[in-house]
């Protein structure tokens, strides 16, 4: 969901720090330990030397190992006194704190800094939603201020992006904490979370370091590829979760001026991608990960709709003879278009959540045949698909969907040139608007029709 920047403001006196308290080591010069845990060694922070067990190891629940016996001298008691079971499980804040002042932009070191940050809300939440002040969970690895930032804003306005329901709906909390669990154990996973955090906070106008978010989707494509080429049973729930991830990273092509046309048709395959993830699992280990709510798909009646489809897609279909390239094709044609028509049907309903879901859900339903057609370049493929873009550009509130639509119908129509332009007359039209009640206008051919009154909320 788009939204303002969040507000500047400078920051208040930093509150005492209580080291008992820090979720993670700061780098600050010490006095080397001698007689330190490997782990920390390996770290370079300072060991307190607890036996048998460490603060720091009991901290990340990680092993305690010393290179040497225990040695003599007393033992440090600097642990506190709090056992490990005060840290097995890691509770978020989600009440926020009704005196604190907002933070200093995205970019202060100070947001990750503290044990406890002030409140800020997220820019795409109503000012009366339950905040998060911290990141819900930390990497056991060790990670800078840029990481702990990045996961920290992931966790309060990043995750909702790929749910339209209400705060603490199922989706949100499954993508706010269940996603993130899983990503300490799959690395390309945490890569994804962290480059799709960088690429909201560079569509809010927000500044951060242009190369190390390019950093962070070279390292997350990388990954991924590799996982898919390893195909680790262990890491095909993340490699699910990340193909989902995928299509909103890949979005920003399509705000890239210099990026190739058409590229649409390599996004329908990023889309088709999830459906290939989804087969090799099976709904039974999808279940058993928790993650079927993640991929819910409003469904459609293939049949019911046929009627909506507009006459002159319909003609264009209808009129493939024998002997034409495209008649061998005739059949995924067909089947395509009884997917285009399900939209117009629920269009005519009104506009509504459930209608964006569908607009953003479409390639997942449309058969497979269509894309290698569409790969092709094939005319009436790319026809069909520039009327798609113009359902794109009503689900242009979605900030990673903002411009796909607009990119679409423009390659498009410029790819056809003049020879096309009668059958894309209404996609041509949707060009030179953005409002999402005029475009369903357009859409629909109805210059009189309007949302009904309990729809439309979502889209003013």
Aim: proline share 10%; hydrophobic share 35%.
């Amino acid at each position: 969901m788009t939204g303002s920047p969040c507000d500047s403001a400078s920051p208040p006196d930093n509150p005492p720090h209580h080291p008992e308290d820090r979720p993670y080591h700061s780098k600050r010069p010490h006095k080397k330990s001698r007689t330190g845990c490997k782990s920390c060694k390996t770290r370079k922070v300072k060991c307190d030397e607890t036996r048998p067990a460490c603060r720091s190891c009991r901290l990340r629940k990680t092993e305690c190992v010393y290179p040497s016996p225990q040695p003599s001298r007393r033992q440090s008691s600097s642990a506190g006194g709090r056992s490990v079971r005060d840290h097995e499980s890691p509770k978020p804040d989600l009440s926020g704190s009704s005196d604190a002042s907002p933070p200093a932009p995205f970019s202060s070191a100070a947001l990750v800094s503290r044990r406890k940050h002030h409140a800020v809300r997220p820019p795409s939440e109503p000012d009366d939603v339950s905040v998060i002040t911290e990141p819900l969970f930390l990497p056991e690895t060790t990670r800078d201020d840029f990481d702990m930032r990045l996961l920290w804003f992931y966790t309060i306005a990043t995750s909702a992006s790929f749910s339209l329901e209400p705060e603490q709906s199922p989706v949100r909390n499954l993508m706010r904490t269940g996603v993130v669990q899983l990503a300490f154990r799959t690395p390309f996973l945490m890569q994804s979370i962290f480059a799709l955090a960088a690429l909201h906070i560079q569509a809010l106008g927000q500044e951060i370091d242009s190369n190390r978010a390019l950093a962070y989707r070279a390292a997350s494509f990388e990954g991924y590829r590799k996982a898919v080429e390893e195909a680790d049973p262990e890491t095909f729930p993340a490699l699910l979760v990340n193909s989902l991830l995928l299509t909103a990273l890949s979005s920003q092509t399509f705000r890239d001026p210099s990026s190739k046309d058409l590229y649409i048709i390599d996004w329908m395959a990023v889309w088709r991608g999830i459906g290939l993830m989804i087969d090799l699992m099976g709904p039974r280990k999808i279940a058993e990960a928790g993650l079927s709510i993640l991929f819910y798909r409003p469904p459609i009646n293939l049949e019911t709709p046929t009627y909506t489809i507009p006459d002159q897609l319909f003609f264009m279909v209808s009129s493939i003879e024998p002997g034409d390239v495209d008649y061998p094709d005739t059949h995924t044609y067909h089947a395509t278009l009884k997917c285009m028509g399900a939209l117009y049907y629920s269009l005519k309903q009104g506009l509504d959540p459930t209608m964006c879901l569908r607009i953003v859900t479409w390639p997942t339903f449309i058969p497979y045949p269509f894309i290698e057609l569409s790969r092709q370049k094939r005319p009436r493929a790319l026809v069909i698909l520039a009327y798609y873009g113009v359902f794109l550009k009503i689900a242009d509130s979605l900030w990673w969907y903002k411009d796909i639509g607009q990119r679409t119908v423009c390659d498009i129509c410029r790819y056809l040139g003049p020879d096309w332009v009668d059958l894309l007359k209404v996609p041509r039209l949707a060009m030179q608007n953005n409002d999402p009640f005029d475009l369903a206008r357009i859409i629909l051919e109805d210059p009189d029709w309007t949302s009904p009154p309990w729809s439309g909320i979502y889209f003013r």
